[in-house]
């Protein structure tokens, strides 16, 4: 039962990122992505808070190329402290947008999709800044599970450009961090 009702917490949550803009402007996506170094381990830096990462830390994000195109997606997170219980949660993540491949919707439980935008993401590929049109949701990644304090700095600086207010942020820690 406590399985099914995390399903259906995940299916609602994902469904609800795609809700009316708070924005006046709409949200812009980066210029262009390859998902070829996009794939592979993110560790989640920040997030806006949301109830169905209630009580999670250590968060990591993978992405893998499925031979029909689809990109599996494997969250990963400690429940309650970093040697909490493991979390995990599998979707699917599609490209909507081929002229930039950084509109994505996600799915962890069909027929419930949501928005995925890759908003800002360095050249390198080392951090990204994904959010959605309506600006509920917002996660700062980076290769690492440490982030240089002078690169936060300047994320949270563009945010506002965004729509988006970097004090709702909350730093997500992990056990190399952590030591």
């Known amino acids: 039962m406590k399985k099914l ?81 493991l979390k995990v949660s599998k979707g699917k993540a599609e490209v909507v947008d081929t002229t930039t491949n950084a509109k994505l919707k996600i799915w962890f439980f069909w027929p419930f999709k949501g928005d995925y935008w890759i908003i800002d993401l360095n050249p390198d590929y080392q951090w990204a800044v994904v959010g959605e049109p309506s600006r509920k949701y917002l996660w700062i990644l980076s290769r690492t599970p440490t982030m240089d304090g002078a690169i936060y700095q300047e994320i949270l600086e563009k945010l506002p450009q965004k729509g988006y207010d970097p004090a709702k942020l909350r730093r997500t820690y992990h056990k190399a961090a952590a030591e």
């Open 5 to 85: 009702v995390t399903i259906i917490g995940l299916a609602i949550a994902v469904f609800s990122c795609t809700g009316a803009a708070k924005s006046d402007s709409p949200l812009t996506v980066v210029d262009t992505v390859n998902l070829k170094r996009y794939l592979g381990m993110w560790y989640e830096i920040a997030s806006y808070p949301s109830w169905f990462q209630k009580g999670c830390t250590g968060s990591t994000a993978e992405y893998n190329l499925l031979s029909d195109g689809k990109i599996q997606v494997i969250n990963r997170c400690h429940k309650d402290s970093l040697e909490g219980p």
